[in-house]
């Protein structure tokens, strides 16, 4: 987890969080303003307050602008103007300790303004402790503004102010730091949980991959293409559906003239080949279908919305890549040719059934001397002549 996205993280939350903050910031405009008849110097505090809330609606504006997402440059931009009225809202708020400063002891209103003013400066801190050079921004304006103040009052209010505002300079940065670090690792275990999350969920997809998936070549296994075909059977719009069963010839002596690595290729191979013909542009014009390997150089292809006559063409199309697969890494005389089996299957039957058959008429082709088509319509009609 880097610094970089930990710090978008925290900014990324600030905003969120920053509505209810600076709603919750108008109470002690109100409680002020409910003050004002009863100061001595009132049209000097009500200045104080109108600069206060412009500058406020300003720092809204900014953050509007932010959790929009601007481009990085404008972002950055945005930022710092914020950090700038940060600094302007702590340098009002310290302000407005003007207009009172110097009824300490003598006027409850303005001591009690005060108060609301110093409490104020310090939940503020708090809300933007997060974000350390606007919580920095915003403490240099308030001291700025109050040192002087309480400095230039000496006389009249003793020292005690001067000493309470540097403690609480001290006792507002030391705050700051400890939000800050506690903010900044509750968002660190945020991201890491959420990284976890994605890395469990990609785990379990993958293991659910796995579990569907026959690990050499990528096609379903026998059990997740049984749930497949199952499926799409139950769709009314499946209209007629066929099976093509694919049977690499002497597979067994290719395994034992090159060795089972160029074995492998060759499977991997003509996998690919059978799914570019369920691609978005495949031969059927859909991609619903489904494809497994069903045996150790066996391939099941199920087609729906395909009569068998069309399955026969796509069959033909299959074989003749087959016959034609080359490997970059394969010996020169290794040559390939498949035979392959079509059959329908009837609504009336189960699945094992409607396969038992494809089964069959890819025998009549291996009989027929392979590398061929053979349907199992045509097969039942020879039986039957015979």
């Known amino acids: 987890m880097t ?25 002690p405009f109100l409680i002020i303003a409910l003050c004002l008849p ?19 609606a300003g720092m809204r504006l900014v953050a509007v602008r932010l959790a929009a997402a601007p481009a990085p440059r404008s972002e950055d931009r945005c930022w710092r103007i914020y950090e700038v009225l940060a600094f302007l809202a702590g340098g009002l708020w310290a302000a407005m300790m003007l207009p009172v400063i110097g009824q300490f002891g003598h006027d409850i209103a303005a001591m009690f303004v005060c108060v609301v003013i110093v409490v104020t400066i310090a939940v503020t801190t708090m809300v933007v402790a997060s974000q350390l050079r606007i919580a920095s921004a915003f403490l240099t304006g308030v001291m700025l503004g109050l040192l002087p103040q309480t ?3 000496m006389q009249t209010i003793g020292p005690i102010p001067l000493v309470a505002t540097i403690g609480l300079a001290a006792a507002l940065a030391g705050l700051v730091h400890s939000v800050r670090s506690q903010h900044r690792l509750m968002v660190r275990t945020k991201l890491e949980n959420r990284l976890l999350a994605d890395e469990l969920g990609h785990a379990l997809e993958a293991a659910e991959f796995m579990a569907k998936r026959d690990s050499l070549t990528g096609l379903f296994n026998r059990r997740a293409f049984e749930e497949a075909a199952n499926k799409i059977r139950l769709d009314p719009s499946a209209g007629p559906i066929s099976l093509i069963l694919i049977d690499l010839d002497h597979f067994k002596a290719i395994n034992d003239r090159f060795g089972h690595a160029a074995g492998d290729s060759v499977l991997r191979q003509t996998a690919d080949l059978i799914n570019r013909s369920l691609g978005p542009r495949d031969l059927v014009g859909r991609s619903d279908g489904a494809v497994a390997r069903w045996g150790g150089e066996e391939f099941l292809m199920l087609l729906p919305n395909c009569s068998e006559l069309r399955a026969r ?6 074989r003749y890549g087959i016959s034609h697969l080359k490997g970059r890494d394969w010996p020169e005389d290794l040559t390939v040719s498949g035979s392959l089996g079509v059959a329908i299957w009837n609504p009336s039957d189960r699945l094992e059934r409607a396969i038992a058959n494809t089964d069959e008429a890819m025998y009549r082709a291996k009989a027929a001397g392979r590398n061929r088509v053979c349907l199992f319509s045509d097969t039942v009609r020879q039986e039957n002549v015979g």
């Open 3 to 27: 610094a970089a996205e930990i710090d978008r993280s925290s900014r990324e939350s600030f905003l969120a969080s920053l509505p209810l903050a600076q709603a919750s910031n108008l109470a």
């Open 38 to 56: 009863y100061l001595a110097n009132w049209r000097l505090m009500g200045l104080m307050l109108g600069l206060n809330l412009c500058t406020l």
């Open 151 to 153: 400095i230039a009052y």
């Open 313 to 318: 063409r796509v069959a033909e199309v299959l």
